[in-house]
Structure formats: structure tokens, C-alpha cells
């Protein structure tokens, strides 16, 4: 049985099938709305509930109307309408799932590894810089990570993975992973990519690993000779942590994106600045009004950016983030 899903405010419907949630179905007719983990932990795709009643594994029933809707676990009992943040019309979505090989893992810093994955002979990844694949695990269990690699180089994936203590990918899978061996993957996933046609100023904001998206979206913008400026801002706790921040700084020195490394935890020999990274955004840009604000990593820093740039002028609706939310 289909459930109608309409959106508020505007003829846009789409079929739901029975258990199907809102976001999957919307995706399968050609509509993007804001997601990340897709597991109803960072709200990137939080909406409202104007009519109907549904499900969800996380908020449980969920009757209209209500103001704060998970689309990415919602499951319709009846027809809906929605209001997402936003709604776009799209291609519907191509995935792949493929079986690739390890080429290199390389370790350029303590608790972080890159992974590099090559695809079979004659195959191409088609992906938007800043999104992400799903490696399949043993027992069917999946981990996301973002392509740190630009669109063009799509005959390899390039992984940056955060070591987890007891993470069953990270610690259990990585170790013992060698040249040669096999992997699962599907891509692409996400919507953090820059958005196309704008030429307003890019804030790219990230913390950790969060690094890894904003690598793509850097290196295919200095490709395609995209003009629109761009600020990276790399939060860490120490400096170590910048584990690729000789490449940003190049990127820097260039003169085609302004970086700025930021250290919560840092030692007396840092000369750079010191803080929380957002706040260090804010310090810089005071209103973040007129720009677009890409932000990804830690939760509680996506959180934090977001409430504190539209207090101060920043349309909600042009903060995107990728929120990176461990499983297990």
C-alpha cells in the first residue's frame, strides 16, 4: 500500500510505500531534503508534521501537528504533508554498490588513517564532492564515511577514518586490513555539497575527520575554477590533530582558499588561534549574513554553529552540515 506524501506550501507529492520512510521515498522520486547520518541522531533532516499520523524507531508515534518530524526514520500510518526545510527537485538517486580493493592505508596521525580504495577495472564512482559511501560489514551492519577525493578522480575512493576505541570498523576491520583486500561499498549518500549557481562567500567549517568532505569540495572547486571565495576553518584540539594541515596551508599560500586553524587544547608553542572554531567564525565574519556556512564533524559543534550564526543574522537555510555520528 502507498501513502500520498505532500509538502506544504507548494504541488509537490510523492508515493510512500508501507514502511518506506519519508526520506527514502522522497529521494526515490527525485527530491532532495536535508540529511546526514540518516539515523535520526543529528536532525539534519528534522521537519514538520503538518497533517497525518506516522512512525518512528527514535521519536515512537508521531501526530500532526507537530513541529520536530525526523524525516530520515519517519514511516507513514496515513497520507502526510510536510514542511521540510528544504525540497528540491533532482535526478533520482543512481547507487552503486561495489566491490573495491585496498591500495594504500597510510596513518598521518595518531588516531586517524586514510584509506585508500580502488575500484574494479573500468569502473567509475559518479558523486558530488562532500558526499559519502557506506561500507557493508560481516554482519550487515553499515559505517558511513565521506570521499575525501574530488569528483574527477573516480576510479578510487579516499576514506579518512577516525580510530574509535572498540569501533567495530575502525578497530576490528582496519587493523588487519591489507593491500589487496576486499570491501563493500554503496555510494553516494548525502547532501553536503556546495550549492550550485551561488557565488555568495563559502564558510567551510569542520572539526576532526570532518576534514574529509571539505577536501572534496576544496579540490573540486579549485578544479572546476570555481570564483566564489572560499574560508576554511579547521577546529582541533591540538595541533597534531590537523593531521593534513600542510595541505590546507598550501591551499592557503595560493591564494585560493583562506584557511584558518583553530586549537581548543592547545600548547604554548601555538601561535595560532585558540578556541572553539565556530566562535572563531563568528570573531572573524561578526554576521554571517550573505554567506553560506558548510559545517561538518562533531555534533555538538554542528549544533553550536548553527544556533549561534542564525541568531546572528545567518538565514537557516543556508547552513548545511554533515553531523558525524559514530554507530555502536
Not at 533532516?45 to 500532526?64: H, M, W
Not at 588513517?113 to 561500507?135: D, E, H
Not at 578510487?156 to 589487496?180: I, N, T
Request: charged residues 25%; proline residues 5%; hydrophobic residues 40%.
Amino acid at each position: 500500500m502507498d501513502f500520498l506524501i505532500s509538502v506544504a506550501d507548494s504541488d509537490i507529492t510523492f508515493p510512500c510505500a508501507t514502511g518506506e520512510t519519508v526520506l527514502d521515498a522522497a529521494e526515490r522520486a527525485g527530491y532532495a531534503v536535508p540529511y546526514s547520518c540518516r539515523k535520526g541522531v543529528c536532525a539534519s533532516c528534522e521537519g514538520r508534521l503538518v497533517a497525518g499520523e506516522a512512525r518512528s524507531p527514535v521519536q515512537g508515534a508521531v501526530a500532526a501537528p507537530a513541529e520536530r518530524a525526523l524525516l530520515c526514520c519517519l514511516r507513514p500510518d496515513t497520507d502526510l504533508t510536510i514542511a521540510p526545510r528544504r525540497i528540491e527537485k533532482r535526478d533520482p538517486v543512481a547507487r552503486k554498490t561495489l566491490e573495491v580493493s585496498v591500495y594504500r592505508i597510510t596513518q598521518p596521525a595518531a588516531d586517524v588513517s586514510i584509506l585508500q580504495l580502488r575500484l574494479p577495472t573500468g569502473v567509475r564512482a559518479r558523486f558530488g564532492a562532500g558526499q559519502y559511501l557506506q561500507i557493508e560489514l560481516e554482519d550487515d551492519t553499515r559505517r558511513n564515511y565521506s570521499m575525501a577525493n574530488a569528483p574527477h578522480e573516480n576510479d578510487s575512493v579516499q576514506l579518512h577514518v577516525r580510530h574509535v576505541p572498540g569501533g567495530q570498523f575502525s578497530e576490528a576491520v582496519l587493523g588487519r586490513l591489507a593491500k589487496g583486500d576486499k570491501l563493500r561499498i554503496e555510494l553516494p549518500f548525502g547532501e553536503f555539497t556546495l550549492r550550485e549557481g551561488s557565488n555568495r562567500p563559502a564558510v567551510l567549517l569542520a572539526t576532526g575527520t570532518g576534514f574529509a568532505p571539505v577536501k572534496s569540495i576544496v579540490e573540486d572547486a579549485i578544479k572546476r575554477k570555481l570564483e566564489r571565495p572560499l574560508h576554511l576553518y579547521w577546529g582541533a584540539r591540538r595541533a597534531e590533530d590537523l593531521y593534513l594541515g600542510a595541505l590546507a596551508q598550501k591551499w592557503h599560500d595560493s591564494g585560493r582558499v583562506k584557511f584558518v586553524p583553530v586549537l581548543s587544547e592547545a600548547d604554548a608553542a601555538w601561535t595560532g588561534r585558540r578556541g572553539f572554531v565556530h566562535e572563531a567564525v563568528l570573531e572573524d565574519f561578526g554576521s554571517l549574513a550573505g554567506c553560506e556556512v558548510y559545517a561538518c564533524g562533531n555534533p555538538s559543534m554542528t549544533s553550536a554553529a548553527r544556533d549561534t550564526f542564525v541568531k546572528t543574522g545567518l538565514p537557516e537555510d543556508d547552513f548545511f552540515s554533515d553531523a558525524f555520528v559514530h554507530t555502536g
